[in-house]
Every structure is written in C-alpha cells, then in structure tokens.
C-alpha cells in the first residue's frame, strides 16, 4: 500500500500500464515519413513545370502558325502556274489570243489588295446589226471579256506584293499592260492590269523587262519592303513558261 501510494505522488511511470514510444526506436516509422515527403512537390517545382510546359505550347503554335503558311503560300504557287499554262494552252489550241488579267478588290474585312487571276477571250463584234455592236474605232470602246472559267483566288491570307520592284506585272505605267475595270460575280467593283498569251507560243509582254509576281502575307502588305517569307514567280515574255523562287 505505500509503495503504490508513493508511485502516485511520484508520478512513475508503471511498467505493466505506461507505454512510452520514442521515435528513436523506431527507425521504420522515420523512413515511412521521409518518402511521404519526398513523394509531393513544392510550389517552386510546380511553377518551373507550368512554366516549361507553357513555353513548349508557345512554339509548338508558333511552328503550327509557320507550317500553315508555307503550305498557303506553296498552294498559291501552283495556282498561279496552272493558270497561265492553261491561258498559254488555250492561246495555242484555239489559235487566238488569250487575256490573262490580275484583279485587285477589297474583301470582307475591307482590306484592298491584288489576289485573283482571270483568262479568257475578247469578243469583237463586227456586224453593225448585231446586239451590243461596238464602233472599234470609237472613243469608248471597250472589247467584250468572256472569261474562260470561275476567277482564281489566291490561297487565304496570300496577295501579291504591291510594290512594283517585286510584282513589275501590276505595274501600271508598263504600255504592254493593259488597266481597267470591270464587277465581279459577287458585284463588287474591281481593278485589273492585263496582257495577252499568243497562239504562237509566246506573250504580249516585252522582252525587256523582268516580268514577276511576288506572293506575301496579307498582314505584311502594308509596306514596301520585302518581308522574310516570301515566293516570286518569273515569267518569260518569249517562251510564257514560269519559274518559281523561294528564299
């Protein structure tokens, strides 16, 4: 009985009731904590993550936004080339002159730039009796166009380049080309320069001049330099064959 009484003053601990677990003694429990830290990640690491991942998302678009114009820019390309071969084909089956004219007209976003291509043949009415008979020796004359198929538009986005140093086919003082005006399909007013394949082969174009046309970016047809992504196409006034350059 004292002895239990002096236990309870003394506050000592009982061996068969007390237990007393120290985490020195237990070296398992030590490492389960570790890894349960080691196993997250801290604020900084998530950040640097977000990060990278942003920067990869921000050149895989880039890279996507490129492609998309190479690719627009390749199309328009070879729309341009296959319609002066075929201009050039009919000039020759059909043993006439062929009218090949480049239009500028504004869009929907009212931009106004130079971006289809039209060909076809110039009826002359001789007979005085006829409907819509023009005097050809007249002031006002204008021959009739009847285009040989639906206009050409370049692929979205491409134009041509206005300067004149790089697009010398729309340039207006030129005596081989001829300038005008006409409506479209859609009934909007339209500006046009022209010149002519021949039966034989070759074109109205004079031998003289370096005669191309530059494909550009729409957005980057404000100004008159030449920006990094570009394509020219040349035309040979004697053989009416065309050649394509990229930088």
């Not at 002096?6 to 020195?24: F, G, K």
């Not at 005596?175 to 009934?187: A, K, V």
Request: aromatic letters at 8%.
């Amino acid at each position: 009985m004292e002895r239990q009484l002096r236990r309870a003053l003394t506050l000592e601990p009982n061996p068969c009731t007390d237990v007393h677990i120290s985490n020195s003694a237990t070296p398992g429990f030590r490492q389960h904590q570790g890894a349960a830290r080691q196993a997250g990640f801290t604020l900084i690491e998530i950040l640097i993550v977000v990060t990278i991942m942003g920067i990869m998302l921000v050149a895989a678009g880039s890279g996507a936004s490129s492609m998309m114009s190479t690719l627009r820019m390749k199309e328009a390309l070879e729309s341009i080339s296959n319609s002066m071969d075929h201009a050039r084909q009919l000039a020759m089956t059909s043993n006439r002159d062929v009218v090949f004219r480049i239009y500028k007209f504004t869009n929907d976003m009212n931009q106004s730039n130079w971006r289809s291509m039209e060909f076809g043949t110039v009826d002359i009415e001789t007979n005085p009796d006829a409907t819509g008979y023009q005097d050809p020796t007249g002031t006002n004359f204008k021959p009739k166009f009847k285009a040989a198929g639906a206009p050409t538009i370049l692929a979205d986005g491409m134009v041509f380049h206005p300067s004149t140093s790089y697009s010398s086919l729309l340039d207006t003082t030129k005596t081989e080309l001829i300038t005008g005006s006409d409506t479209g399909p859609d009934g909007r007013a339209r500006d046009y320069v022209s010149f002519r394949f021949l039966p034989d082969g070759r074109t109205s174009l004079g031998t003289g001049t370096k005669w191309s046309l530059t494909l550009i970016r729409e957005s980057e047809a404000t100004g008159a330099a030449l920006p990094a992504n570009f394509a020219t196409m040349q035309l040979d006034p004697a053989t009416a064959r065309v050649r394509t350059f990229r930088p």
